[in-house]
């Protein structure tokens, strides 16, 4: 009984020094840190209720899909805000083809909006997953590292798959852009 008592109390901390080790804890990073040249945001679409999408949704009926709610357009304008305050007024903005980001993303009111299959969601289509991810990836490699600021309107696990860090809705990771479709992970979005 004890042994068991000491081992779950002690599996959280080496979880923990795993995480470190492997440099996965990130800052958390000032919103006026992706104002500077070559900078991305990979933004969790803002607050959708539910996990997924109904069966039988389509990308062309946003009626078929998981929306966001008056909570996460209130997230989304929020940061919006927030990001204009800290010196982010004209971005580049990329989006998922699903509607709760094209949302997430116009109501930012960063810059127009772009449609980018390669943000598009595979949670529940893991057979999409790794021609998705390689073509973020040569997106990314395609950006001048040097260039404006990027936001890129996405989903949870296509975020994971650049970083170990807990994405939560409205919220995101920094990277630095260096040429190739690995960008420098600098940390995560502030949430307030």
């Not at 080790?21 to 000032?30: E, F, H, M, N, Q």
């Not at 998981?66 to 996460?72: A, V, W």
């Not at 170990?164 to 990771?173: E, I, M, Q, V």
């Amino acid at each position: 009984m004890k042994r068991t008592f000491r081992l779950l109390f002690l599996l959280p901390l080496f979880v923990l020094l795993g995480s470190v080790a492997r440099g996965s804890v990130a800052a958390t990073l000032p919103l006026a840190e992706l104002a500077k040249p070559g900078r991305v945001l990979m933004l969790r679409h803002a607050e959708a209720p539910g996990v997924g999408d109904p069966p039988g949704f389509r990308l062309d009926d946003c009626g078929t899909q998981r929306n966001l709610d008056d909570s996460g357009r209130h997230q989304a304008r929020t940061l919006g805000t927030r990001l204009a305050n800290a010196g982010v007024v004209a971005a580049r903005v990329y989006s998922s083809q699903w509607c709760r980001c094209l949302e997430t993303a116009r109501l930012l009111q960063l810059g127009p909006v772009t449609e980018l299959p390669a943000l598009n969601s595979f949670f529940e289509r893991s057979q999409h997953r790794e021609a998705t991810i390689a073509a973020l990836r040569s997106f990314l490699a395609s950006l001048p590292p040097d260039g404006p600021p990027v936001v890129l309107v996405t989903h949870q696990f296509t975020i994971n798959a650049f970083t170990s860090a807990d994405t939560p809705s409205g919220g995101g990771s920094i990277f630095q852009l260096d040429g190739t479709g690995n960008p420098r992970w600098l940390g995560t979005l502030p949430t307030d």
